[in-house]
């Protein structure tokens, strides 16, 4: 089971959208029969096992093993990841562009960016897994306090100038062999974690 898996298919992604397959899911990242499910969600085995092989057909959940008890033989399932995002790919036709509206202090242009992330390094992540390859990825997450805008503005403009020199001293547009990295740094105000799950409970 991988810790996080990114849905690229937009039948999977439509799957895995639906409530009770999300709550079955959830249920999964310990492995799990329909018989053991349904008393947790609620719901007849055989309705259980109608979405377990829509979420199996999606590579959404796998065959861990089978048990024999008596005539019957027991399915036990797990999800293949403990949570899964879903890239952009997904919504093809509509997906951002960040080069539509380059603008660095738009926090719509910052989500667009967010969403390219997404969908690259998830096939990234897909193509390194066919090819059984490691890949190569460096993230930095943190918080900082400014006491002002003007702070908060000293510090972009301090940080851009970091990062410009640092581009211009490591870019080699002639190096053979070398290989493009993208780099991504953003900034943007601290969500409370109470209030994201406040937000969910009101849409559920």
Do not use: C
Not at 46 to 69: D, F, I, P, S, T
Not at 105 to 124: E, N
Request: charged fraction near 25%.
């Amino acid at each position: 089971m991988f810790d996080v898996a990114v849905i690229e298919d937009p039948a999977a992604a439509e799957v895995s959208l639906d409530p009770v397959r999300a709550r079955l899911l959830a249920e999964l990242a310990e492995p799990g029969s329909a018989t053991t499910l349904a008393a947790k969600v609620g719901l007849a085995r055989q309705k259980v096992n109608y979405h377990l092989r829509a979420l199996e057909k999606h590579g959404l959940v796998e065959l861990v093993e089978e048990r024999k008890k008596g005539n019957v033989t027991e399915r036990v399932m797990q999800a293949t990841a403990a949570s899964y995002v879903i890239s952009p790919t997904a919504l093809a036709a509509v997906q951002p562009d960040p080069g539509r509206a380059r603008d660095q202090l738009s926090a719509r242009w910052l989500l667009a960016v967010a969403g390219r992330l997404v969908r690259d390094v998830g096939a990234l992540i897909t193509g390194a897994t066919k090819a059984r390859k490691p890949l190569a990825t460096f993230a930095m997450d943190g918080e900082v306090r400014f006491a002002s805008a003007a702070d908060r503005a000293a510090f972009t403009g301090e940080l851009a100038t970091v990062l410009t020199a640092l581009v211009s001293k490591y870019h080699d547009e002639s190096a053979e062999g070398g290989r493009a990295h993208r780099v991504i740094v953003a900034i943007h105000p601290s969500v409370k974690e109470t209030s994201v799950q406040e937000r969910m409970a009101e849409e559920a």
